[in-house]
């Protein structure tokens, strides 16, 4: 049974940083490409980022490039989402997702290529 396991949320003032985790199990990490989304009341799920299983290539949602960074730890079966200069919008609950991918440089950047989700962690930015 694939499990994600999100870690990391919290509250952060505007300007500051927070590390994201997700920690996988259940399914062949290194076989997996992984992205972040996130979510706010009335609104859909939105892209964040996304890194392919290799962790070679990477792409990220206008809105947060240049300030957020994806990464992964195959070894550990883990992906991060550095985050950097927060801002009020970014305000949201963060999903790690997970799909199985072919490809070594393949990134995924829709919600409906993902096939297993994390139950979510709450970021909340003050300003």
């Known amino acids: 049974q694939v499990q994600l396991v999100e870690s990391g949320g919290g509250l952060v003032q505007a300007g500051g940083s927070l590390r994201l985790s997700c920690a996988a199990s259940?399914?062949?990490?290194?076989?997996?490409?992984m992205g972040w989304f996130r979510q706010t009341p009335g609104k859909e799920r939105e892209f964040v980022a996304a890194?392919?299983?290799?962790?070679?290539?990477?792409n990220y949602a206008d809105y947060v490039k240049g300030r957020f960074t994806i990464s992964r730890d195959n070894a550990k079966n883990s992906v991060f989402l550095q985050m950097n200069s927060l801002k009020p919008e970014d305000t949201a609950v963060y999903y790690c997702?997970?799909?199985?991918?072919?490809?070594?440089?393949?990134?995924?950047?829709?919600?409906?290529?993902?096939?297993?989700w994390g139950q979510g962690t709450q970021l909340t930015v003050s300003s």
């Open positions: 997702a997970a799909t199985h991918s072919w490809h070594d440089s393949s990134v995924y950047i829709r919600g409906t290529d993902y096939r297993a």
């Open positions: 259940g399914l062949t990490f290194s076989m997996n490409a």
């Open positions: 890194v392919s299983k290799s962790g070679g290539s990477t």
